[in-house]
């Protein structure tokens, strides 16, 4: 194997020798303008997690279906252990349908237990005004 450099010159110092071109591959790029990082390739991003879009999707459908806001709590709670565990993307939609899952279910337990006081106010109005009516009341 040959020394690609010449011994330093006693007299004149050591000499300047360029690097040699690239063996393999193509050639080099050009240097990138001062102050910016050249690019080397496209870093894919990573795949949005499947169960994130279900949640969301399912707990927005609770306006059109009225009970897709369970699906959408389970898929979000899935959703957010799978992403923690795998680094996935879609997080936030996960959490999103998480949120607007909990709300609604929120919301339908609200109105069923409004309905419920309603007839049950209702029903005890028509039996008092029945009792009272009929003479056998107080």
Known sequence: MSNQYPPPDPQN?????????PQY????????PY?????????PAPPTNTMAVVSLVSSLATLVVGI??????I?????VRQIQRTGEAGEGMARAGLIIGYVFGIITV?????????FV???GMAGLASTTS???GV
């Open 110 to 118: 609200l109105v069923i237990l409004a309905y419920i006081l309603f």
């Open 35 to 43: 102050g910016y990082q050249p690019v080397y390739g496209y870093v």
């Open 134 to 136: 009929s003479g056998q």
């Open 13 to 21: 110092g050591p000499q300047y020798v360029p690097p040699p071109p």
């Open 121 to 123: 106010f209702i029903l």
């Open 68 to 73: 897709g806001w369970i699906p959408g709590i």
């Open 75 to 79: 898929c979000g709670h899935m959703a």
């Open 25 to 32: 591959g193509q050639p080099a790029p050009p240097p990138a």
